[in-house]
Structure formats: C-alpha cells, structure tokens
C-alpha cells in the first residue's frame, strides 16, 4: 500500500525505516531521500512508526552473551 502520494513511499518502506531506527516521519522518509511534502501522509505513517516501534519495544532483539 502506497503511505505517500507525493514520494511513492509504500508501507513497507516505512516499516523497515521504523525497524531499523527511525523515530519520525522525516527520520523514516529521510532514509529514502525524501522529504514531507503535502503532509496528508503524516497520520499514517506516524501510526506505521509508532506500531513498529511498540513491537521493538515489546520483544527486543536478542543479544548474543
């Protein structure tokens, strides 16, 4: 699914950017070297954001000892 009209970001673009460290919007569209545009986008791929980062949150990777 298409997050983003204006950079043809997808929502799986948006969810590896979360899983790999991205906190915002920016930081996740940044990684693709874009830039907010319109901002009808911002809503959902906050959402996106935030659920990944939960599921970070609640099962951690694993460090080896």
């Given at each position: 699914?298409?997050?983003?009209c204006?950079?043809?970001?997808?929502?799986?673009?948006?969810?590896?950017?979360?899983?790999?460290?991205?906190?915002?919007?920016g930081?996740?569209y940044?990684?693709?070297?874009?830039?907010?545009?319109?901002?009808?986008?911002?809503?959902?791929?906050?959402?996106?954001?935030?659920?990944?980062?939960a599921a970070?949150?609640?099962?951690?990777?694993?460090?080896?000892?």
């Amino acid at each position: 699914m298409i997050v983003c009209c204006c950079n043809a970001i997808r929502e799986t673009e948006v969810r590896e950017a979360a899983r790999t460290g991205a906190c915002s919007v920016g930081q996740a569209y940044a990684r693709k070297g874009c830039k907010v545009k319109c901002g009808s986008c911002l809503p959902f791929a906050r959402a996106i954001i935030a659920e990944e980062r939960a599921a970070i949150a609640a099962n951690p990777p694993k460090v080896a000892a």
